[in-house]
Nanobody
């Protein structure tokens, strides 16, 4: 099981930028699929972006062109660069990871993932 710790959240004005980090430890591997989700108050959790090894495999339509997911495998750290933030981006952001086996099989569902505790992003308009 992997342990994930997010950081980098905060409050920013609309149009601003933040970079989230997710430090992974424990049962981690560069072959893990990793990704970012978010959950706004009163709403369900939604996937933001996903990366498999060094290949980005998913961006939600609402972040395309504004957010960039990346990873530093040597540091076991996942990043989410968020630009042109708007009030609708306000949410708790979580990173998640799947096992190499699940990743190879394309299994990416919430109950099978390891999760961090989240970091809050608040965008004021």
């Amino acid at each position: 099981q992997a342990q994930l710790v997010e950081s980098g959240g905060g409050s920013v004005q609309a149009g601003g930028s933040l970079r989230l980090s997710c430090a992974a430890s424990g049962d981690t591997s560069s072959s893990h699929c990793m990704g970012w989700f978010r959950q706004a108050p009163g709403k369900g959790r939604e996937e933001v972006a996903r990366i498999n090894r060094d290949t980005v495999t998913f961006y939600a339509d609402f972040v395309k062109g504004r957010f960039t997911i990346s990873r530093d495998s040597a540091k076991n750290t996942l990043y989410l660069q968020m630009n042109s933030l708007n009030a609708e981006d306000t949410a708790m952001y979580y990173c998640a990871t799947a096992t190499p086996q699940d990743c190879a099989l394309g299994l990416w569902s919430a109950p099978r993932l390891d999760w961090g505790q989240g970091t809050q992003v608040t965008v004021s308009s």
